[in-house]
C-alpha cells in the first residue's frame, strides 16, 4: 500500500470572521529557496486583526491568505543555488525579504522596499502550515541552546532591537517604554541588553506591569487619568531625571503626548505602537526641546550579529528553565474550527498531525 501523501494544513484567512484550516499543496522551492517544515509560529496582533477585520490600515486581504510571520522550522530541501545550509538545520525565519536590490536595500534598509515580500501581509502568504518555503537568505540557523519556541520569538524580539536602535540606546541611559504588552516587554529586554541603565515601564494594566517588573523594569508605573503632563512629571520621578529614550509602543494619542513631555530635550522618542493615521501632538514643544521623533517600520539587519549578541545577554540573564519570553505558558490542543469570539495568541506547534499551541490566554472555541 502507498505511503499516504504529507498534507499542508495551513490556518488561512478568507476575509472579516472568515478563518479555515485547508490543505495547501506542499510548494517546491527555487533555486535560492529552503523548504522548510514548521515546528513553531506565534500568533501576532496582526494575525489575529486580519482574521477579524480583513485588514490593516491599506493592506486589504483580497484573496485566502496564509496567516503566520513569527516562525522556526527545519530544512528539509534546498534549492540549487543554496550553499549554507542543509536538510537538517533548525532556522529562525525573517518575515521579511526583498524581491529586487532597489535604493533601500542598497543603503542596508530594505525594510523600507515598497515591493518586499512580508509573510502574511497581503498578497503575500505567511507560514502558519506544515510546510512553507522562503528565501535562504533570510533562514539563521539556531544555535543549539535555542530552542524552536524561542527561535519563533526572535521576530517580535527584532521590533525591541530595531526599536532600540532607532533611538540609540546606549550604555547608562535612562529609558521610558510606554505600553506592557509583548512588544513594550521585547523593548524592555532589548533595552536592557544593550545597557539602558533604568527603564520605566508604562500601562493600564497591572498584571502586565508585573511581568514588565519580573522581567526586568526598574520602575512601573499603573496610568489611570492622568494628564499627559501628569504622566511625564511621575516619570521623571521615578528615574530622577527625565529619560533619553522614550520607545512607545501603544499608539494612544495620550501616550504619544506623554512620551514627548517626558522626553529629555535633545532626546529621542521613537514610534513603535500604531494608532490613528491623523494624531494631535505636542509639536511645537518636541520641537523647541530638540526632542527627535522617529518611526519604526519592522526591522531590518536583526537577525544575525545584533541578534547574536541580545539574544546570548537576555538568555544569560534569565533563568535558563525558563523561557524568557513571559506570555509561554502551556500546551493545549487546537481544535479544527474556531469560534469568531476565541483569543488565540502565541506559538503553534507541529506535532505529528496535531496542531498545539503554546498560549497564555484562556479560549473556548467549539469542537467538531
Not at 505567511?126 to 535562504?136: D, E, P, Q, V, W
Amino acid at each position: 500500500m502507498a505511503a499516504a501523501k504529507p498534507e499542508n494544513l495551513s490556518l488561512v484567512v478568507h476575509g472579516p470572521g472568515d478563518l479555515r484550516l485547508e490543505n495547501y499543496p506542499i510548494p517546491e522551492p527555487g533555486p535560492n529557496e529552503v523548504l522548510l517544515k514548521m515546528h513553531s509560529v506565534g500568533i501576532c496582533g496582526s494575525d489575529v486583526h486580519y482574521w477579524q477585520h480583513g485588514r490593516i490600515g491599506d493592506f486589504v486581504v483580497k484573496k485566502p491568505m496564509v496567516l503566520g510571520h513569527e516562525a522556526s522550522g527545519t530544512v528539509v530541501k534546498v534549492g540549487s543555488l543554496v550553499r549554507h545550509l542543509q536538510p537538517g538545520d533548525r532556522v529562525a525565519i525573517e518575515p521579511g525579504a526583498p524581491r529586487e536590490t532597489d535604493e533601500f536595500c542598497k543603503i542596508g534598509r530594505y525594510n523600507l522596499s515598497p515591493t518586499i515580500f512580508f509573510c502574511a501581509t497581503p498578497p503575500d502568504d505567511g507560514n502558519l502550515c506544515r510546510f512553507y518555503k522562503h528565501n535562504a537568505n533570510f533562514c539563521y540557523k539556531l544555535p543549539d541552546n535555542v530552542t524552536f519556541e524561542e527561535g519563533a520569538l526572535i521576530e517580535p524580539l527584532s521590533v525591541g532591537i530595531h526599536a532600540c536602535r532607532r533611538a540609540g540606546v546606549t550604555l547608562g541611559n535612562k529609558v521610558l517604554v510606554c505600553g506592557a504588552g509583548p512588544i513594550g516587554l521585547v523593548s524592555l529586554l532589548a533595552a536592557k541588553a544593550m545597557g539602558a541603565a533604568q527603564v520605566v515601564v508604562t500601562d493600564l494594566s497591572a498584571s502586565r506591569l508585573s511581568k514588565a517588573k519580573e522581567v526586568g523594569a526598574d520602575f512601573i508605573l499603573q496610568i489611570s487619568n492622568e494628564s499627559p503632563q501628569e504622566i511625564a512629571k511621575k516619570v521623571e520621578g521615578l528615574l530622577g531625571s527625565k529619560p533619553e529614550v522614550t520607545i512607545e509602543c501603544t499608539g494612544v494619542e495620550t501616550s504619544i503626548q506623554a512620551g514627548i513631555y517626558a522626553t529629555h530635550s535633545g532626546g529621542t522618542l521613537v514610534l513603535v505602537g500604531l494608532g490613528s493615521e491623523m494624531t494631535s501632538v505636542p509639536l511645537v514643544h518636541a520641537a523647541t526641546r530638540e526632542v527627535d521623533i522617529k518611526g519604526v517600520f519592522r526591522y531590518c539587519n536583526t537577525f544575525q550579529s545584533q541578534m547574536k549578541k541580545c539574544m546570548s545577554r537576555i538568555m544569560n540573564s534569565q533563568n535558563r528553565g525558563h523561557t524568557p519570553f513571559p506570555e509561554i505558558l502551556q500546551l493545549q490542543p487546537v481544535p479544527r474550527s474556531m469560534e469568531r469570539d476565541a483569543i488565540f495568541r502565541e506559538v503553534w506547534l507541529w506535532k505529528g498531525n496535531t496542531a498545539q499551541v503554546w498560549t497564555s490566554r484562556m479560549w473556548t472555541p467549539a469542537q467538531r
